[in-house]
């Protein structure tokens, strides 16, 4: 892989012959801005120059000329991630989807969206919605992170307890190779089961085996306006066991949020929802069922609470109540921000085991004198430890990286992962082989190999170095 300048000068050269009508950003400014995604910590490369390419023929010749110069290729969407995958290389292209954010076809009769990745989520949501139709995946960055960097990072949210994440919401892809092919896999399907599962393979693999140009994506027809419960605990592990308790129950809630005692203090110091304070913890519990469902789900939902030892708890009045208090969950991470450095982590253990990560999360918090405020989607098992510091505490940077890998032993120790929606990216890679293994990471491995030859879409995410 090259980062000679003189290279990377031919490089561009033969970029600006093949493509005069590109969008390529080469000024040292415009480069600096897309150095970074939003993992604080990290300090990436800069690259050689940013491409913002408005056809797929576009993304492919790029692809084959990087391939040609050894020029590394990360894609980005919003540069939201919070794992380094979007950031920059040093000498390397970035190509940021910025314009290919069109939405190509809103199909009805098959319920599917055929759109561009540069598509903002938020967008998408409300386009779709004026045809009475609903594309579920929700990360709390809605409204600023695109469909490319969902499929990148199979990104989650507060509904993915019950419509599942962004892999089960894409039928079909796109494609560019590191060769420059443009693959297409899939299509309208719902069922489809020829062949490998190369749609799947595709999301989440943070631009390292492909750059995705188009996404068809499943559609489902507007549920109702949520009903809304909040249910506050004595302590994080009695909100806990109502997750569990939730769950064991057999309920199916379009939102399960926890937020801990210092997030329910920084969302209520910012938003004013009147939240109570004094609570150890907040559950957030939402029914989209129609008719009565959504009062008996709710129902249950308190039933569980109480029987877990919840302090209070509460109902949104209206839509509009739930709009807010949903909004202020979905502000969670900002709203410790507010606070000084925060740095959030993305933990994932099975429901079951809850109440122990949070005992976990606690104890470390404890043993690093450090300050953790805790939210997430608790009924999928998976917590946002956000670590916050002072704006000036010189010991951040060495705290958050012992602590952190204190938390995915954790994780990893109750059959957790170590990233249930973010990614790998660069800031996890080094305990990818702690939890899944050589074996496994040995066939990610020849996956990698077998689709990107030369290594040049984005070297060092994902995969720890051999
Ligand atoms: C306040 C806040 C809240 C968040 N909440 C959530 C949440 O609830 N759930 C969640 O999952 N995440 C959440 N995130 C993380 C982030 O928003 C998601 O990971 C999101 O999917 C990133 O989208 P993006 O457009 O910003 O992508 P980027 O950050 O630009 O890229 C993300 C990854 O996708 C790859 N990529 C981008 N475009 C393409 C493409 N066209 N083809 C192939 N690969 C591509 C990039 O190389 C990179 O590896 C949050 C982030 C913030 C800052």
Request: with cysteine; aromatic share 4%; charged share 20%.
């Amino acid at each position: 892989m090259t980062s000679d300048p003189a290279i990377g000068q031919a490089f561009l050269d033969r970029v600006r012959e093949r493509l005069p009508g590109l969008r390529l950003l080469v000024d040292p400014l415009e480069r600096e801005a897309h150095r970074r995604d939003e993992t604080a910590y990290l300090v990436p490369g800069l690259p050689l120059a940013v491409a913002l390419p408005s056809t797929t023929a576009e993304v492919a010749e790029l692809v084959r000329l990087a391939a040609e110069h050894r020029v590394p290729v990360v894609a980005r969407g919003a540069g939201t991630g919070l794992s380094g995958g979007a950031a920059g290389i040093e000498g390397g292209l970035t190509i940021a989807f910025t314009r290919m954010n069109r939405i190509l076809e809103i199909d009805r009769e098959n319920l599917v969206a055929v759109v561009q990745p540069g598509i903002v989520n938020a967008i998408l949501k409300a386009a779709v919605a004026e045809y009475g139709l609903f594309y579920p995946p929700d990360p709390a960055s809605y409204e600023q992170c695109t469909i490319g960097g969902n499929l990148g990072t199979n990104a989650g949210g507060l509904c993915c307890v019950k419509y599942g994440q962004t892999r089960d919401s894409v039928l079909g892809l796109e494609v560019v190779l590191a060769d420059g092919t443009v693959l297409r896999t899939g299509g309208r399907n719902i069922k489809d089961v020829a062949g490998y599962a190369l749609t799947q393979l595709f999301v989440g693999s943070q631009g390292t085996l492909g750059l995705i140009t188009e996404a068809t994506l499943r559609l489902r027809p507007a549920p109702p306006p949520r009903s809304t419960l909040l249910a506050f605990f004595g302590t994080l592990e009695a909100a806990g066991a109502a997750v569990s308790g939730m769950t064991a129950a057999g309920l199916g809630p379009v939102t399960l949020e926890l937020m801990d005692r210092v997030t329910i203090a920084a969302v209520d110091d910012w938003h004013h929802l009147g939240l109570d304070r004094e609570a150890a913890a907040m559950l957030m519990v939402e029914s989209d069922l129609p008719g009565a469902g959504a009062t008996d789900e709710l129902d249950g939902a308190q039933a569980a609470c109480q029987t877990a030892g919840a302090t209070l708890v509460v109902r949104a009045a209206d839509a509009a109540e739930a709009d807010w208090l949903r909004q202020g969950r979905r502000m969670a991470y900002h709203a410790l921000e507010r606070l000084g450095v925060a740095r959030m982590e993305d933990v994932g253990v099975p429901r079951s085991r809850i109440p122990e990560v949070l005992r976990a999360i606690e104890a470390i918090g404890e043993r690093y004198g450090v300050t953790i405020g805790t939210f997430g989607h608790a009924g999928d098992g998976n917590l946002h430890p956000t670590f916050v510091f002072e704006r000036d505490d010189p010991t951040a940077e060495a705290t958050t990286e012992a602590a952190r890998g204190d938390l995915y032993r954790a994780a990893i120790a109750l059959g957790g992962t170590v990233t249930a929606e973010h990614g790998v990216g660069v800031v996890r890679r080094d305990y990818l082989i702690e939890q899944v293994g050589p074996d496994a990471v040995r066939v990610m491995r020849a996956i990698k190999a077998a689709l990107d030859p030369l290594g040049i879409l984005n070297p060092g995410r994902v995969l720890p170095p051999a």
